[in-house]
């Protein structure tokens, strides 16, 4: 029942209405989507209640606990190496000023624009016993010099730490910016060194952006399947990639899937416990940046050394190698070859990836936007709100196990599907599935950046246009849209890039006889024909350098929690 009161007013009386807080349309609208997305996670989780004793009892009797132990300590390898390469190459462009600070800070990012399994066949050329640096190693050190075996776990875990440790940089960079000279001041009016500073002051207070930083790079490692077959490491996603498409055995695959997500889940849960549990609090606002501390002498040429040579290991031998077998490939190709198949895998690519990133992007903004927070709802349907965002948590799960999830929620549908069009319309193995499993892997990154953007714009604006008589949708086009461009342009950005580079998603779901970029180049390596897969490679690091660069304006101040929600 309603209840009024008047209040006083001048020249009339007002009856202000006490009501229950209306249902939360806006909400419900974004649910939709959500849970739609969530679909394919939630048909996995759901076979842990029908597992198959005699599956389970066939892999732990093979292979399974090789994986489990490979993957473990592929994950704390990848994890202990990028933690001390990010913390360390952040600490010192932030902490220190020496010629050339500034290049070599952007120049630190660009590693994150070689996919694992670009670097990981390239640096297999490179470095293992055959290779050119061994091979002159030997000419210099004498014939019985030889570096541990390449083609190894080790050798996995060198390569996956120089694709990943720029997710730990940049939140650590970010992190260390942040903090304020005072802290610093009143640890060395202490008496504390610049070393006891780093381990009692700083690195406390990073605690929660290295965490995420070093979940990131967990993450993709667990996604991985390429790296891990070119070194002969067996783990668990590439045990999914390995039963699903050699053995054929789906069952298998799908139990072993669902482990794989389990696994992922609880690295997430792990973070946001390890983030949530920290009690070390920073000045923010306008305090005091920290000046940073002029090198001379010897330490200057220290500082210069040490990041080149990690950005020539992990970034400029293995571009030059590409270039150098893109260009013998394209003298040695018959004439009008490579042309046509390499048009019309480019074409594929790009076709893929910009409506990838319209779809994603488009779904994002209307999530974002239906959530946005309107008066007496603000806290209504909190259910809702929390299924939305638990629809971003499909970054964190491996490709392989994404793609796997799409497949068992459409297979049953083509049937019906089928029925209905006439044998026209086929959901999996399409374009439909395939944009699907994207939207799936990619809402994060989508969702990040529009959100974060759509905070901005303040309730008085949407207030005032509404008051004109402005309906919703001119609103988000004549308001929010003008004032998010930035942000929107940035997500369709990342998720266009991250596309192009996905290869498992595209792998499984892409429509019978269409081929990427990175599938080709995938195919070709595992083939070892290394100088053919040097050119759609080639082209997936050059189209992947410019949102590189971006990620370090990304990671200014403000930027950090956007990474952080891609989590």
Do not use: C
């Not at 200057?300 to 590409?322: C, E, R």
């Not at 497949?407 to 374009?431: F, I, K, M, R, Y």
């Not at 070892?528 to 660069?549: D, K, N």
């Amino acid at each position: 029942m309603e209840r009024t009161s008047t209040l006083p007013w001048p020249g009339r009386v007002a009856a202000v209405s006490r009501r229950r807080p209306a249902f939360d349309a806006g909400a419900l609208a974004a649910a939709i989507p959500a849970f739609l997305v969530l679909l394919p996670l939630i048909g996995l989780a759901l076979t842990w209640l029908h597992l198959d004793g005699e599956i389970w009892a066939h892999l732990w009797s093979t292979l399974l606990p090789e994986m489990l132990l490979n993957t473990t300590l592929l994950m704390l390898g990848v994890g202990a190496t990028t933690l001390a390469l990010g913390t360390t190459l952040a600490w010192l462009v932030t902490t220190y000023t020496f010629p050339g600070v500034k290049l070599i800070e952007w120049m630190l990012v660009l590693p994150v624009a070689l996919p694992g399994y670009i670097l990981g066949y390239v640096s297999m050329s490179l470095f293992d016993y055959a290779g050119p640096v061994q091979t002159q190693l030997r000419a210099w050190l004498g014939p019985d010099f030889e570096l541990f075996e390449f083609r190894s776990l080790p050798g996995a875990i060198f390569v996956l730490s120089l694709a990943l440790y720029p997710y730990v940089y940049l939140l650590a960079r970010a992190a260390f910016r942040e903090q304020s000279a005072a802290q610093r001041d009143a640890a060395r009016a202490a008496g504390l060194s610049d070393r006891a500073i780093f381990w009692r002051v700083a690195l406390p207070l990073a605690r929660p952006s290295l965490a995420a930083g070093v979940a990131l790079a967990l993450m993709e490692t667990l996604t991985d399947f390429a790296v891990v077959r070119y070194f002969n490491v067996v783990t668990l996603s590439e045990g999914v990639v390995r039963l699903w498409i050699i053995q054929m055995d789906r069952d298998a695959a799908v139990q072993l899937a669902s482990l794989l997500m389990m696994m992922a889940l609880g690295i997430v849960l792990i973070e946001r416990r390890l983030r949530s549990r920290a009690r070390y609090y920073q000045l923010g606002g306008h305090s005091r940046p920290i000046a940073p501390i002029r090198l001379s002498g010897p330490r200057v040429v220290a500082a210069l050394v040490g990041p080149l040579a990690l950005l020539f290991v992990a970034f400029g031998l293995p571009v030059a190698q590409l270039a150098q077998w893109a260009v013998a490939e394209m003298a040695s190709a018959e004439p009008g070859t490579l042309d046509a198949t390499f048009g019309q895998y480019l074409f594929n690519t790009l076709a893929l990836s910009l409506g990838a990133a319209l779809f994603v992007v488009a779904v994002a903004l209307g999530i974002a936007y239906a959530l946005r927070p309107r008066g007496s709802q603000a806290k209504a349907n909190a259910v809702l709100r929390f299924l939305a965002h638990l629809a971003t948590l499909g970054y964190a799960i491996p490709g392989a196990v994404v793609a796997l999830g799409v497949l068992l929620l459409l297979a049953p549908l083509n049937e019906t599907v089928l029925a209905w069009t006439g044998g026209a319309v086929l959901l999996s193995a399409s374009v439909v599935g395939l944009l699907y499993g994207y939207l799936v892997r990619f809402l994060a990154i989508g969702f990040s950046g529009v959100e974060a953007s759509l905070e901005k714009v303040t309730p008085n604006m949407e207030m005032a246009a509404r008051s004109l008589g402005a309906a919703p949708a001119r609103v988000l086009t004549r308001v929010h849209l003008p004032l998010m461009r930035t942000g929107v342009l940035a997500a369709l950005l990342l998720v266009f890039v991250d596309t192009l580079k996905e290869l498992p998603v595209t792998m499984f779901l892409r429509p019978f006889g269409m081929e990427t970029l990175s599938v080709w180049t995938y195919m070709l390596a595992s083939e070892s024909a290394w100088q053919a897969a040097a050119v759609p490679a080639l082209t997936i690091v050059l189209a992947s350098v410019g949102p590189a660069l971006l990620l370090i304006r990304l990671s200014r101040s403000g930027a950090q929690n956007n990474w952080e929600t891609r989590l």
